[in-house]
């Protein structure tokens, strides 16, 4: 890893691209990191940061887990990211905003492929492409591939889930596993619905607490506070919010075997990997368990194949994963570092 420019997290980073447009009030950021297996694939997200150079982190951060995803996946796809500014938190994008990022996206000349995330919708993403065509994840007919992600992701973290279980529980059944899901927005409430219908026992938190309430008497399950639910008494901790939550103080705080979750960048530093490992804690690499969505809309992009190809591609999170935890067992190595070399070795990268 090479660092520069003053960021911690910038990796040989193809290009960091910034953009305004004083018409809409556009700010945004593009980061490349690699194009190494095809165009660098990635959701864009609207968020609301407390300085430009935060923003820029969680580019660089993001577009560098999206390479390392794409690659696990078997996508032909590198990696990218896009984020644009909110000026406040809860604002909405504006039309001509979404505009001004179509244009940016197009400007790159094919170098990022942007589709949905934090913050935009499919709607969205039709704005977006009525200034360029390098955007997937657009509304599709029944049984193709594309159109929101958030159901796919949520599917592949649920078989990712059913698979650090039964490495870290010895249970191949989730009746009564204890599961604490942090966040529960389209990913994280996907997931909990069918863990649910397995028979697991849910508890429930998000930063806005009518939604884990509404979904706790929907599922019969019980809540939680956003800042305690990593530490409650479970057996699995599946965070499926914002990332950088598994730190110092969380990790030597859990109570749960096994984390297994769909956000993006859930270790605040490398070394949390290692602190992960050393309690003995199962750990599922957040860009191996949450591809479903890229799988889902990387296939659209690429014209290679249908929903039931999707399906089957996502299918095989489980066998990566394992994959992961053998190596780590075989060699010591914290899992957070086996994904990271399997992919790096992926993109050319070792």
């Known amino acids: 890893m090479t660092t520069g420019w003053g960021f911690p997290d910038f990796d040989d ?8 447009d004083p018409a809409s009030g556009l700010q945004a950021v593009i980061a490349v990191h690699s194009t190494a297996l095809g165009p660098a694939a990635g959701g864009v997200r609207f968020w609301h940061y407390a300085d430009s150079d935060r923003a820029i982190t969680d580019a660089l951060r993001l577009s560098r887990g999206m390479s390392f995803k794409n690659a696990m996946a078997g996508l032909e796809l590198g990696g990218g990211k896009g984020v644009v500014l909110a000026d406040k938190p809860g604002a ?4 001509a905003q979404l505009e001004a990022f179509g244009r940016a996206v197009e400007s790159l000349g094919g170098r990022y ?8 919708s499919e709607a969205s993403m039709k704005v977006i492409a009525g200034q360029t065509k390098y955007v997937s994840g657009l509304p599709v007919t029944s049984g193709a591939a594309g159109g929101d992600p958030g159901p796919y992701t949520a599917h592949g973290v649920y078989l990712g889930v059913k698979a650090a279980a039964k490495r870290g529980l010895g249970t191949d059944d989730m009746k009564g596993v204890r599961v604490a899901i942090q966040g529960v927005g389209s990913v994280g409430g996907g ?4 863990l649910a219908r397995d028979g697991a026992d849910l508890t429930l938190a998000d930063v806005n607490a009518a939604k884990p309430e509404a979904l706790a008497a929907e599922l019969g399950a019980k809540t939680a506070a956003a800042d305690e639910i990593l530490t409650i008494d479970t057996d699995l901790v599946s965070p499926n919010a914002l990332g950088a939550i598994l730190d110092e103080a969380t990790i030597g705080q859990l109570k749960a075997k096994v984390v297994a979750g769909g956000a993006n960048n859930q270790l605040a530093v490398r070394d949390d990997g290692r602190r992960v490992h050393e309690r003995g804690i199962v750990y599922a690499p957040d860009y191996v368990i949450n591809a479903g969505g890229i799988i889902n809309v990387g ?3 690429l014209g290679q194949g249908d929903e039931a190809e999707v399906m089957a591609r996502i299918a095989r999170i489980p066998d990566r994963l394992n994959e992961v935890w053998d190596e780590s067992e075989a060699t010591g190595r914290p899992a957070s570092e086996v994904a990271d070399g399997i992919a790096r070795r992926l993109i050319g990268r070792a």
């Open 191 to 194: 997931l909990a619905r069918l």
């Open 113 to 120: 492929v942007t589709a949905e995330d934090v913050g935009m």
């Open 13 to 20: 980073h193809e290009g960091v691209h910034l953009f305004t």
């Open 299 to 301: 296939l659209e992009y």
């Open 92 to 95: 909405a994008i504006s039309h």
